[in-house]
Every structure is written in structure tokens, then in C-alpha cells.
């Protein structure tokens, strides 16, 4: 029960930090946003949708640097970016709040969770607003999100507001 509460209190904030005019300097601009908050906002029940709206795990594409298989979800807000096919919309600009979360399989478990928030006044969004980060199943951070991508975002900058679903995995 703790962990749900403590989700719920995290996507309030998240929320609370997407509001208003992404333009301007916030009065009250968020904190950093860590590993340890990112991996309890993946754990939150909310309706997800998945890639292609599949259940099922996805091989490894050929351009792409996670290895072996992956099972990626958008939570509600970065849903409304997919089309009806469950793929990202070719005009996509993910909102802030969006959260995208890529869980890599190496055989069948889950090794590492990889996360994009959108989160334009975040002080580690790197470029486009994006927090990224990578975690061990456990929550261990492997890639900190205090990197603000740079680990991630060079790849990432060919796709669809920094997500490379589509290409690959068409």
C-alpha cells in the first residue's frame, strides 16, 4: 500500500509540474527528478497503453541499443500521442507529464527499466524536456537521470520527438 501512496503522491507532483505555460519560467521551478521517483511512477497502477497496443514483448530492433527484447508503455498523457495503430503519431509532441517506459527483457526477465518523462521545467530535462534514465529491475540506477540523456538523447534525436519506436519497430 505504501508504494501506491507514494506513487500517487509522485504523479501529483509530476502533474502539478506540467501545468501551465511551458514557456516561461516557473515561480516555483520543480526539483531535480531522480531515479528513485521515476522508477515508483512506472510501479503506479494507471491505465497504460502499450506499442502497438501489443502484450507481448518486442525483439530487438536493428538500430536500437537495448538488447534482446522489450515491452514499452505510455502512461495516459503520452497515449494521446499514439494513433489508432498504437504508434506514434508522425506529428507527435509529447506533452509534459508524458511518461514512456521501456522494460528490457533478457531472456524472459526484466533487467533493466528505461524511462523518458517529459517534463519541460525539470532542472535535468535534457534536450526537447525529456528526463531520462535507466534502472535495474530493482530500481538501482544503471543510467542516472541526473545524465539529463546524454547517454540516450544522441540517438534519440532522429525519432519522433526524441522516441525512435517507429523506426524500430515499424
Known sequence: MQHTATGSIVVA????????????P????PSEVTDAQLYELQRAPTEWKTYRFRNDTLVRGG?????DRLFVRYNPTAATQLDSAGKIRGDAVFPDSSLIVKDVF??????VIAYM?????????????????E???DGTPFISASTKG??????????IDYTRMNDAHP
Open 150 to 159: 546524454a547517454g540516450c538523447a544522441p540517438c534519440h534525436s532522429v525519432g
Open 135 to 137: 534502472t535495474r529491475d
Open 117 to 133: 518523462l517529459k517534463l519541460r521545467n525539470a532542472p535535468n530535462a535534457g534536450p526537447d524536456g525529456w528526463v531520462w534514465a
Open 106 to 111: 533478457t531472456g524472459s526477465t526484466r533487467t
Open 63 to 67: 538500430n536500437s541499443a537495448h538488447p
Open 13 to 24: 507532483v509530476l502533474l502539478f509540474w506540467g501545468c501551465g505555460d511551458s514557456s516561461s
Open 26 to 29: 516557473s515561480a516555483n521551478p
